[in-house]
């Protein structure tokens, strides 16, 4: 069963309970005050409850000093006596104070659901988000705790593997803790937006103006829709030792291995050399809204959520349900040229006015790369090495470059023959990496792809 609550309606000159009405409403303490201060004008003062706003209609744009107290129901526009015998003759009409009255019917119900039910349901969300955040930051505390404990037990040239391992656990505790505070910002602010608009809703209410309560906007659907919870997944540490021969730790996808003759660090990622065979016919997996339209970029962050982006600034966040769990503006307030996903899961993006590739690291935007004078960034791939690949373009000309960090590794634009391997042209080209390591790239002004070893 829910409980209903009353708000208190107060004075309008001060904060105190209304108790008299006079087209405005008072306390017994503020009833002087008023007639003192409009002493000009006729006052009937009644209690609260008898009171009986009179409607202050809009004027008519058409007919100087008449007032619209009808609403022609055939061309949906305020009238008054005088359009009914020119424009308006013989159109069907209702009076605007009925429509007042169903209007100001419906704000108060939904007003009510909003502070009654939906209001709670979003700070009881918030308060659990606040306990997953420090339960999630212990629990990974505890984790880094047990790492120290089982590095102690290795010899002192594995140091680097327990940086890495330290790194990793810091990088996905900060990533994890990262959602869950902006997921509780958000709530926050949706919060502070619902509060704000029953504040609103109630000033509507109280109101004798029929324009503020004609253009009422609901906002009742989208409230409804209560964001969609964040999942926490907190990674185990695995250990397996044979005295005197082998010891092997593990965290996900990282794994190390000491022996009695050589110690070896890997990074193995899931599915990476696996094989699938591909079917006859596509199978839809699942069908995720955005609000973005179009969408011209898709970067995937594991099987639940992708980065997209479309013909404006921003970058959305979306999980597999479609509710949106971080934003990203490009610095340049332009619309991004490319984006993808490095393999630490973050958002890489390439801006094209600023001949930039930018990185976001915990909620900041970073300059990744500044690209050389005359060209400009377009597509971009992440590799499975950690090295980023990069769609240069340059009055036609189309070339890709590997970076590994800053450094600029390798040019692909002429083939052994020293002629040009992509065709002149306004297009871009969109590249991958396969999973033996080769570049596969469309050229969209040849209508070619082409595999570079």
């Known amino acids: 069963m829910t409980s209903r609550g009353q708000y208190v309606i107060t004075c309008d000159l001060c904060d105190k309970p209304t108790k008299q009405f006079c087209q405005v409403s008072l306390c017994v303490d503020c009833v002087s005050n008023h007639v ?44 008054c006596i005088k359009c009914f015998l020119s424009n308006h003759k013989g159109h069907n009409a209702i009076e605007l104070s009925k429509i007042v009255v169903n209007k100001m019917r419906d704000i108060e119900t939904e007003t009510e659901e909003i502070e009654i039910v939906i209001l709670p349901r979003y700070m009881k969300v918030e308060a659990e988000t606040k306990v997953k955040a420090s339960e999630c930051s212990a629990r990974y505390n505890e984790l880094e705790q047990n790492t120290q404990r089982y590095r102690e037990l290795w010899h002192k040239n594995v140091d680097i593997i327990f940086n890495n391992l330290s790194s990793s656990i810091n990088s996905k505790k900060n990533d994890m803790l990262t959602s869950l505070n902006n997921h509780q910002t958000l709530l926050s602010s949706l919060i502070l937006e619902i509060q704000k608009t029953i504040e609103r809703n109630k000033e509507i209410l109280k109101t004798n103006k029929v324009s503020q ?24 540490l695995e250990t397996n030792t044979i005295p005197g021969v082998e010891l092997n730790i593990e965290l996900e996808e990282y794994r190390a291995i000491l022996t009695q003759t050589s110690i070896s660090s890997q990074i193995e990622e899931a599915n990476y050399y696996s094989t699938r065979e591909l079917l006859d016919k596509a199978r839809v997996v699942a069908t995720i809204p955005t609000a973005v339209k179009p969408i011209w970029r898709v970067a995937c962050v594991g099987d639940n959520a992708a980065w997209v982006s479309g013909d404006d600034i921003l970058m959305r966040l979306v999980d597999i349900h479609g509710f949106v769990q971080d934003i990203v503006k490009t610095t340049s307030m332009e619309k991004p040229s490319d984006i993808t996903v490095s393999r630490q899961g973050r958002l890489v993006y390439s801006d094209a006015k600023n001949k930039t590739v930018n990185i976001v690291r915990y909620g900041q935007t970073e300059v990744m790369l500044t690209i050389p004078k005359g060209w400009k960034p377009r597509s971009l791939c992440c590799t499975r090495l950690g090295d980023i690949l990069v769609n240069l373009y340059n009055g036609g000309q189309n070339k890709i470059v590997r970076y590994q960090g800053k450094t600029l590794k390798q040019e692909i634009y002429k083939d052994d023959n020293n002629k040009d391997i992509f065709k002149t042209g306004e297009y871009r080209l969109c590249i991958a990496e396969n999973n033996n390591g080769d570049i596969c790239a469309s050229d969209l002004n040849a209508d070619i792809v082409i595999g570079l070893n």
Do not use: G, W
């Open 213 to 236: 309560v004609i253009n009422y906007e609901s906002k009742l659907k989208e409230y409804r829709s209560t964001p969609s919870d964040i999942n926490i997944k907190i990674p185990s």
């Open 36 to 79: 003192d201060k409009h002493q000009s004008l006729t006052h009937d003062i009644v209690p609260f409850k008898s009171r009986k706003i009179q409607l202050v209609f809009p004027e008519c744009e058409f007919h100087p000093h008449q007032r619209c107290e009808a609403h022609c129901q055939q061309c949906d526009v305020p009238v």
